[in-house]
Structures are given as C-alpha cells and as structure tokens.
C-alpha cells in the first residue's frame, strides 16, 4: 500500500516561496496524478492542484498564477511550490493520491505551514 | 465560499441516522461522481465514499451515499460515538476543470 509524507520548511516569510515535497513509499508514482490539499486552521478543505508523472497539470483557477507542481520519477517524489505567500497561506497542506475513479484514496499526514515574519 | 454545499453542522444520538447533504451544480455533481471523506480533527481526511455510493475496503456499510441530479447525500445508520467528526464531500468542476470541496459539516452524537 502506498504512504505519502511531506517535507518541507515549517515557517516561511510573507512574499516568499512556499516548497513542499511529497515522498511516496511502498509503491510507484508513474500512475495515478498526485495533488496538494491544504487546509487552514478550523476551516475546510481546498483543492491546490495535481499533477500526473508526465508532468500533465491542473490548478485551482484561484490559485493558478502563484502555483507551480513539479514530480520526479526517480525520486518517487512531488512537489508544490506556491509563490508570493501572505499569512492567508497559512495552513495544513496535505498531499494525496488523486485515482481517475477514486479521487483523494491515500493522504499524507499533512504539514503546518505558518507563513510569518 | 464553497462551489459545493453543505450544512455546517448536523447531530444524532447513538443509534440514530442521520443524513448530510451536498448540493451542486450542472458541472460538478450533475455530471461527475461524489466522493465523501471523514476527518477526525488532528488527523489527515479518510476516503469514506466514492463514485457516488461506493465503499472502500474497510468502511462499515453503516455509511452510503446517494447522488440525485445536482446534489448527494451520505447517510450514517447506527450512529456511533466514534463517527463525530468532520465530512466532506467533493466532486470534479468541468469548468474550470478542477476537484472542488463542499465546507464540510461537523457531526457532533449527542
């Protein structure tokens, strides 16, 4: 069965670039896409974007010019990079597998980003 | 404010059933499937309905999910103390193309 972790800095600066990278265990990214979720406290879930190993994409409309997804096979890794972030970016962010007829089946355990100064 | 739509909370006593709805549109659920995840705060979301009203390995059958035009709902029978918790129901956006999230609703047994 396939497990997914996050990796990545905890705290990030206001107008600086939120990365994440999300390693998969136990199995092969080269099918399924790959997507980010995050999650600010209390609140609900949102959609970031995925990815498929070729490298397809789709982003949240919302979110579209400051995102930037990036997979490297060899690795058997993701990543999410979110540009000119405020504190509204605060939030969990999970990554998960994202199946064709099985949407979110597997999640990270997710990881806090506080974006401050 | 969320493309899908759902009550923000919604209570049950043990043993009771209970429904959660979740309302769309033409291009979300009118013409995809529904899926329904689980949360337990301070842990990552788990896959509790897909495509409409299909359960993955391991999720009692007190859990279904229906869809009817442009809403679904997910139905708990035999409410147990452990099933509060957050849910969640998704579906694809044909336009823009994307996976949206309803706000989620908190089940609290009373």
């Known amino acids: 069965q396939v497990q997914l972790q996050e990796s990545g800095p905890r705290l990030v600066k206001p107008s600086e670039t939120l990365s994440l990278t999300c390693t998969a265990s136990g199995g092969s990214i080269s099918t399924y896409f790959w997507s980010w979720i995050r999650q600010p406290a209390g609140k609900g879930l949102e959609w970031i974007g995925r990815l498929s190993s070729t490298g397809t994409t789709n982003y949240n409309p919302s979110l579209k010019s400051r995102v930037t997804m990036s997979v490297d096979t060899s690795k058997n890794q993701f990543s999410l990079n979110l540009n000119s972030v405020t504190a509204a970016d605060t939030a969990v962010y999970y990554c998960?597998?994202?199946?064709?007829?099985?949407?979110?089946?597997?999640w990270g355990q997710g990881t806090m980003v506080t974006v401050s100064s | 404010q969320s493309v899908l739509t759902q009550p923000p909370s919604a209570s049950g006593t043990p043993g009771q059933r209970v429904t959660i709805s979740c309302s769309g549109s033409s291009s979300t659920i009118g013409n995809n499937y529904v899926y329904w995840y689980q949360q337990i705060p301070g842990t990552a979301p788990k896959l509790l309905i897909l495509?409409?009203?299909q359960r993955p390995s391991g999720v009692p059958d007190r859990f279904s999910g229906s869809k009817s035009g442009t809403s679904a709902s997910l139905a708990i029978s035999g409410l147990r103390s452990e099933d509060e918790a957050d849910y969640y129901c998704a579906s694809w956006d044909d336009s823009p193309s994307g996976w949206v999230f309803g706000g989620g609703t908190k089940l609290t047994v009373l």
């Open positions: 998960a597998r994202d199946g064709v007829l099985s949407a979110f089946d597997i």
């Open positions: 495509r409409n009203n």
